[in-house]
């Protein structure tokens, strides 16, 4: 059974940093890419970064872009999202999902929430004045 969990969420001022983890097990992490989503009340769940399996590749929503950094550790089973400069307006929970299918195909279409088969719970994130 495959499990992924969040962590690293908190309250933090505009301008501040956080990153966020997330762990995935019960199959071959390293063979599947990863993404992270948000949603924030009121909203639709939306893309906000994705790794491909062999961590080569990333893509990022628009608005983290140059912001916000994704990256994984395979040897740890583990994917980062390092958040800079944040503003009120990226507060959300943060979710974690890992790709349906393995290697190069788990990045087709990376910001549909429909090509990732599992995801955490989520960890909130609330940016403050």
């Known amino acids: 059974q495959v499990q992924v969990v969040e962590s690293g969420g908190g309250l933090v001022q505009a301008g501040g940093s956080l990153r966020l983890s997330c762990s995935a097990s019960?199959?071959?992490?390293?063979?599947?890419?990863m993404g992270w989503f948000r949603q924030a009340p009121g909203k639709e769940r939306e893309f906000v970064a994705h790794?491909?399996?062999?961590?080569?590749?990333?893509y990022y929503a628009d608005s983290v872009k140059g912001r916000f950094t994704i990256s994984r550790d395979n040897a740890k089973n583990t994917v980062y999202l390092r958040m800079n400069s944040l503003k009120l307006e990226d507060t959300a929970v943060y979710y974690c999902?890992?790709?349906?299918?393995?290697?190069?195909?788990?990045?087709?279409?990376?910001?549909?929430?429909?090509?990732?088969?599992?995801w955490g719970q989520g960890t909130q994130v609330t940016v403050s004045t």
């Open positions: 019960g199959r071959t992490f390293s063979m599947y890419a």
């Open positions: 999902a890992t790709s349906t299918r393995s290697g190069n195909a788990g990045s087709r279409n990376y910001y549909s929430t429909e090509i990732y088969g599992y």
């Open positions: 790794i491909s399996w062999s961590g080569d590749s990333q």
